[in-house]
């Protein structure tokens, strides 16, 4: 005989969404009606499962004195009770839906309010209690009365409660289990972090006061006219004093109005007057349509240039402040980001509010994924059970109802890789009934059956040109529609690389409406003995590693190269020219501006040295419309030398997104040829019987050939390298076995290659040292010549390498290093300011750059090859100077490159008596197969006879600050 017991916590792995909760409604940060926030510090209980303790800490007069406390907003695993959990798209508990394991860590949560002395009259309205986010499943008492319970965590939910407040000793106790049904559903790419991570506030609802309200503000592009009407469950008044506007809800007014878009954020301050209660408005008049076969918005195309956005905070997780929402928002404004794709779940509301009025195209991501059912070929998956579909229809209406009224709220979006299914149908249905003003998104289904726009992740670039060009297949109804890039560009480590090879499709189709770079921010979590933590610090038993620290920003938000990058590639302005010209061509590359936001300047510079500058006019520029503006006349009397135009676009005043001056765009344009360095071979090796070879300022060890010092300078080591610390994209994703180039190098020995001395050879004019670098167990090599000569006080090396035997691969640079016993200060002429490598290097420009060793280092969570700086025709630093024929890649650093190779955190970085330098004839490029494709062909560094030559002469070490 058996039986079941329903015990209290059964609603944990119930496929419903909840019981107990109010229907979803309009979210806003603040009324006249009063409110009271929650947050703050509450007292927390820890149990290991979902039913360890009973429920009377929820009645009154429990005395929770000897429980700890803890932050709400937060998560408890950041707050030294247990730990994160980090997986990629594997469930961390058997998959088995919708129940979940015993071991279900449970935090009880207890906060006694007293309500402030402004509380209006109880008997006036009620009050409603909003939680904003509660990861996973939460169950709520207040005074003892158990409101209900609710899953979806990153959705709103809110309890009516005005019977039960009291004016002091209100008991508010929330049990929040960090498993339930509802983590089959949100099986997103990120940190497993329970807890009361958003706000939770009391809020009076006047007697009276609108349920909820829709504001309808589009834009009619032919007549210029906005059209407003606000559509409210109680009758109310509108008013819009800017334009005059006094209309009762439901009535619509049509006027002319300036619209709204991402690059012109106009918003109208209004308020929605009902029975006791005055809500304001910000309205921005926009209308987004499907014509031709593209997405636009006030009847014209928009270019997406986007990044997904998890919310991230190394300390508080998802658990976001306003001001760190601001800057997330800032940061893209400044780096030329025109959209943001809540990836996979509805962000904070108030991050809305900052998009609608700094200006940021908005895809609404629902919190929706169902990723680990891949691993059981999607069976069970619950998109696709009818049994879970009000649990989809749940989440689906609390995020449009809780965002319909933001203006920057473009598309819609179902949710993440759910594969495919009823359930999705079901929400698309949904969505277009209750709100037929924006597109659906879903990437999951290639049939797009249910969506408006054909979305991909991770094509490659030739992929995505044949979908320009609709040469793709695929269904009718796919075929006709426009394309985005939900996600692409991996910013794992170092890198993305190829984004301008992107950019450059999405310019020249229309139906490619652009992407959004995965993802903004490294979740590395801060913890010193590490620098930052990923995946597996916390012994998790699954995990991905730091396949978590893949954003445009490091975790403390500041921007990697591959963001600098990401700004220059998008930027809103082209300014280009070829060699020589004296024009420059200037592309307004917006969608809906002209150019008198930007003032224009040129500066003429020789070998970097600017030499003269001045304001450049450039005639007001449409959207779309392109000039050749004159160059003034070379300077008269500039000196001779490598000779560039530099032509910048910046803000000609302060915009609320940054000051006056902040640059935008700019180009170069090379004017006239470098010299290159000579140096006549005039003086002789003199082989010494100290076991010493001199020539000119070299010394060299007479029996092996290898230089020891350049002047007084010593220099260690110096020899060819091919190896560099692999990056996550070298590394590759196991998916994808032929861009493993790091597994492909390492297999083949390319970290461990081995000089055999050939010869060294001391001729009338040279020193010439022959030798075969390979590894062991290969027979493949590289017979390389290093030739040395000297006209007395300068010191020329050529280097020639010829490959010998079967190189299937590409080489990981190639190049020379050697160490130096001291160096601080570097100096250089050449790309700068920041690290660029073949496929990432369209924010490097040529100048005069200055920085230490220290700080050409970039802080890639997992330390990996970084920091070189490209094109390089000269640098100084620790004493020598350094020419080169033809430039080459400079990276300095203080430990070796088996060093960096085998550190996994950046603590494991510590400083040696020695610095390395690196000066490569050229690095494979970068790519981005850490999960999308690697670098395209143009960007290999084959394995070929080459030849390159540095020249080396004694310099004062540049000074450091
Ligand atoms: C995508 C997924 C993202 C993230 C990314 C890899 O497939 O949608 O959430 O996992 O890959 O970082």
């Not at 700094?358 to 629902?366: A, F, M, N, P, S």
Request: one cysteine or more; hydrophobic letters at 35%; glycine letters at 10%.
């Amino acid at each position: 005989m058996s039986f079941h017991t329903h015990t209290h916590t059964d609603y944990v792995q119930d496929v419903s969404p909840g019981s107990g909760a109010l229907p979803p409604r309009a979210w806003y940060a603040s009324s006249d009606a009063k409110s009271l926030s929650l947050n703050g510090n509450w007292r927390f209980r820890l149990s290991s499962t979902a039913d360890a303790e009973d429920d009377s800490f929820a009645a009154e007069g429990y005395d929770a004195g000897d429980w700890a406390q803890i932050a709400v907003p937060g998560h408890w695993v950041l707050q030294g009770h247990g730990s994160p959990i980090y997986t990629n798209h594997l469930y961390p508990f058997p998959v088995d839906p919708p129940r979940v394991p015993t071991e279900n860590p449970t935090g009880d949560h207890l906060r006694v309010f007293d309500l402030p002395a402004h509380w209006p009259d109880l008997a006036e309205g009620g009050a409603v209690l909003r939680f904003d986010g509660v990861e996973s499943c939460a169950r709520v008492w207040l005074n003892g009365t158990d409101l209900g319970e609710f899953k979806g965590s990153r959705l709103p939910h809110e309890f009516a409660v005005g019977h039960l407040l009291k004016a002091a000793g209100n008991v508010l106790a929330v049990r929040v289990h960090q498993w339930s049904a509802g983590s089959y559903l949100e099986d997103q790419d990120q940190w497993w972090l329970p807890g009361i991570f958003r706000d939770v506030t009391l809020l009076h609802r006047p007697a009276g006061a609108a349920l909820d309200f829709f504001v309808h503000a589009s834009y009619d592009h032919l007549a210029g006219t906005g059209t407003l009407r606000v559509d409210s469950d109680v009758d109310g008044r509108v008013t819009v004093s800017e334009l005059g506007i006094d209309i009762a809800t439901g009535e619509s007014v049509t006027m002319p109005v300036e619209a709204w878009s991402a690059e012109t954020p106009r918003l109208y301050e209004g308020t929605l007057a009902t029975g006791g209660e005055r809500v304001p408005l910000r309205i921005g008049f926009r209308t987004v349509d499907l014509s031709d076969g593209l997405i636009k918005v006030n009847g014209r195309p928009v270019l997406f240039k986007g990044v997904n956005r998890h919310e991230w905070h190394p300390e508080r997780g998802r658990a976001l402040d306003l001001e760190t929402m601001r800057e997330d928002v800032l940061l893209m404004k400044r780096h030329n980001v025109n959209a943001v794709r809540t990836s996979h779940y509805p962000p904070h509301p108030a991050f809305l509010d900052l998009c609608d009025a700094y200006g940021l195209w908005v895809i609404d991501e629902c919190d929706l994924e169902t990723h680990g059912f891949t691993e059981q070929g999607w069976r069970d998956n619950p998109v696709d059970d009818d049994r879970w579909t009000p649990a989809l229809l749940d989440r689906a209406s609390r995020m449009v109802e809780r965002d319909k009224n933001h203006p920057s709220v473009v598309i819609w979006s179902l949710g993440n890789e759910a594969g495919t299914g009823r359930g999705l149908t079901a929400m698309a249905e949904w969505i277009k009934d209750r709100d037929s003003s924006r597109p659906v998104h879903y990437e999951g289904d290639p049939t797009c059956r249910d969506t408006d726009i054909y979305s991909r992740m991770y094509a490659d670039h030739a992929e995505v040109e044949r979908i320009g060009r609709g040469l793709d297949g695929g269904t009718l109804k796919r075929r006709q529609l426009p394309f985005i890039l939900c996600e692409f560009a991996h910013a794992m480590g170092n890198g993305p690389g190829g984004l301008a090879d992107y950019q450059r499709l999405f310019e020249s189709y229309d139906r490619l409406q652009g992407g959004f770079v995965w993802e903004w921010i490294d979740h590395g979590i801060a913890y010193p003995e590490l620098g930052f933590a990923y995946g597996g610090d916390f012994g998790e038993e699954l995990h991905d590693g730091n396949f978590v620290c893949d954003g445009l920003l490091f975790p403390d938000r500041r921007p990697s190269p591959g963001f600098v990058e990401y700004k220059k590639v998008i930027e809103p302005v082209g300014i280009t020219g070829a060699f020589g010209e004296a024009t420059v061509r200037i592309t307004n590359k917006q969608d809906f501006a002209d150019l008198s936001a930007l003032a224009f300047s040129w500066s003429y510079e020789v070998d970097g040295e600017p030499v003269e500058s001045g304001t450049l006019a450039v005639p007001g520029l449409a959207p779309g419309e392109s000039a050749d503006v004159k160059l003034p006349a070379p300077p008269a009397g500039a000196p001779a030398g490598e000779a560039h135009w530099t032509v910048r676009a910046a803000l000609a005043a302060d915009t609320p997104w940054a000051p006056k001056d902040h640059v935008v765009a700019w180009g170069q344009i090379p004017v006239s040829e470098r010299r290159v360095p000579t140096v006549t071979a005039t003086a002789r090796p003199a082989v010494g019987d100290n076991g010493v070879i001199t020539l000119g300022p070299g010394t060299f060890d007479a029996r092996t050939g290898a230089l020891t010092a350049v002047g007084d300078v010593p220099v260690s080591g110096l020899r060819l390298d091919v190896w560099r610390a692999t990056t996550d994209n070298d590394d590759g994703a196991p998916w994808q076995p032929d861009l493993r180039y790091g597994l492909l190098w390492r297999g083949l020995g390319l970290h461990r290659m081995r000089h055999r001395l050939d010869a060294v050879e001391s001729g009338e004019h040279a020193l010439t040292v022959r030798m075969r670098v390979a590894p062991a167990a290969r027979e493949l090599g590289l017979s390389t010549v290093y030739r040395w000569t000297s006209d007395g006080n300068r010191l020329r090396l050529t280097v020639s390498t010829v490959p010998e035997g079967d190189w299937t691969v590409p080489l990981p640079r190639l190049g020379i290093r050697f160490g130096l016993s001291t160096a601080d200060g570097v100096r250089w002429y050449g790309g700068g300011p920041g690290e660029a490598y073949p496929d990432t290097r369209m924010a490097s420009a040529v100048g005069r750059w200055q920085s230490t060793v220290d700080d050409l280092q970039t802080p890639y969570v997992r330390p990996q090859e970084n920091g070189a700086r490209i094109d390089v025709r000269w640098a100084e630093l620790g004493g020598l100077r350094i020419e080169g024929d033809p430039a080459f890649s400079l990276t300095a650093r203080r430990w070796t490159t088996e060093q960096l190779d085998a550190a996994t955190h950046l603590t494991d970085l510590t400083s040696g008596d020695t610095v390395w330098v690196n000066l490569d004839h050229g690095q494979h490029g970068i790519g981005s197969q850490s999960c999308g494709p690697g670098p395209l062909p143009q960007y290999h560094l084959r394995a070929e006879p080459a030849e390159f030559s540095f020249v080396f002469s004694t310099a004062p070490a540049p000074e450091t600050s």
